[in-house]
């Protein structure tokens, strides 16, 4: 991978966490995939690796850890690409769950990302 492409400590970069939360109004557990901001923290150069460290889906500031290679495949630049990614992933999941298992179809906390202006 070229050096214009790796990160750098300080940026800002946008994941898709999996999410478990639990409805007002039921007392099962549901998933969601949610789009979350992050900072790269440290480069890790041994293994190719980047430390983001941001808030997740509840608040809590999470440690995530990553590849430089995942960088437009797991890991994005923009929020509206990672929406993509959660979309892709928020389908594959409905398509068993929602469709042929009868489930309802999950939440999906990031569309407001796929505005064209969405401005962040």
């Known amino acids: ?29 549901e998933k969601e995939y949610c789009v979350c901001r992050a900072e790269v923290q440290k480069l890790l150069p041994k293994w190719d690796e980047m430390v983001l460290h941001g808030p997740g889906p509840d608040g809590y500031w999470q440690l995530h850890y990553y590849k430089n290679k995942d960088i437009g495949k797991k890991v ?3 929020p509206r690409e990672a929406a993509l990614y959660a979309l892709e992933l928020t389908k594959k999941n409905d398509r068993v769950w929602a469709d042929m298992m009868g489930e309802k179809p999950m939440r999906r906390t990031w569309e407001k990302y796929l505005e064209a202006d969405t401005n962040i």
Not at 2 to 21: L, Q, T
Request: aromatic share 12%; glycine share 4%; charged share 25%.
């Open 1 to 29: 991978m070229s050096m214009r492409y790796r990160a750098k400590v300080g940026e800002v970069i946008w994941i898709v966490v999996e999410h478990c939360y639990t409805p007002e109004d039921s007392s099962l557990c």
């Open 76 to 78: 994005f630049r923009t």
